[in-house]
C-alpha cells in the first residue's frame, strides 16, 4: 500500500532580523507553534505533532501529516502574521505568538495578506475575546463593561491599558480604581497611612500594571494631580464620579448592596470595567457576591456589555490554562455527585 506523502508548505524572510525575531531565541517560538499542533491524545512520552517546524537558512518549513491541510494552513498564517509584525517592529515576544495563533484560527485562509495583531497600549492582544473586552471598552455607546472569568485572562491588565489610553487622548480627565479589600474589611481606619496607603496592599497587581503602561515617574505625577486616584470600595459611597474611568476590580468579592452603590456612582461623561472571576468569592459563605447578582439583573441591558473569559484566555503560563480546566472538571464532577446524592434521599 502506497503511503501518502506529508504535506509542505515554507514561508521565506526578507532579512535575517525578521528571521530571529520570528523564530525566538532557540527557535522558540517555533516550538510554542508546534505545541498549539501537538495531539493530546498521543502515547504517553511519546507526543506526536499534526505540523512540524524547522528553520533552514532564511525560511521555515512547515511538514503537516496528511489529513491536516487546515492546520497546515493555520501554522502559515500565523508565520506570516509574525513575519509582517517583525518587519514594522522587529521585535516578537510569546504574547505575539499566541496573539497569532489565536486569531489566525479563525480566519486561517485570509486572502487579503498577513493578519494583522490587535495593540492596545503597547500591549498585544492575544484572543478573540480580549478583542471584544477591548472594544467594548473603547465603545462609545457602551458605558458599563463587565469582564469576567478565571484569574489570568487579562481582564485588569486590559482594563488598565485602555484607561491610560483614554487618559492620554484626554477623553476623560481621570482614571478611578476601586477595590473590595475584603481582608481588611472595617479594619481600615486602624491601619497606619493615609487612605491609599492603608489600600495599596490590595490594589498590587493594579500599580504593577499603570508602571508597565506610564512608568514610575509619571505614574506619580499623575497620582499627585490626581488624575490617577486609588478609592476602596468602602469610601465610595455618596460620590458621584463624572467624566471619568472608572475599574472595579475583584467585584467578586463585592455585596450586594455594595455592588448596587458603586453601579450607581456613575457619573456624566463617565465610563465603568467591572472585572472578577466569580470562582473566587472570598466573602463568608452566606453573603452572596455582588458580581453575579449585578450579572443576572444587567446582562442584556441596553449600554452594558458582558464579556465572559475561559480557560482558553488565559495568557499566563500554558499550564495554567490546563489548572483551571482540571478544577474546573472537579467542580462538575462535585455538582453531578451533589445531584445525585439528592436524587438518592
Known sequence: MTKTPPLTAAVAFPDVAVAQAVCGPLNRHLALIEENFRDRGGPRGKPTYA????????????????????????????????????????KVRESDVQSALAFCSLDPDRAAGPLTLPQVGGLTIRTPRQLHYVEAMQEEACDLVFGVGPAGTGKTFLAVACAVEALKAERFERIVVTRPAVEAGERLGFLPGAMEEKVDPYLQPIWDAFRGQLGEVDLRNRRDRRQVEVAPLAFMRGRTLANAFVIVDEAQNATIPQMKMVLTRLGEGSR???TGDPSQIDLPRATPSGLAHALRLLEGVTGVEVIRFAAQDVVRHRLVARIIEAYDRDEARARAASVEDQQDV
Open 272 to 274: 465603568m470595567v467591572v
Open 51 to 90: 505540523v512540524r517546524l524547522e528553520l533552514k537558512g532564511d525560511q521555515v518549513e512547515l511538514e503537516a501529516r496528511p489529513g491536516h491541510e487546515k492546520e497546515l494552513r493555520w501554522a502559515l498564517c500565523a508565520l506570516e502574521s509574525l513575519a509582517a509584525h517583525a518587519k514594522d517592529r522587529r
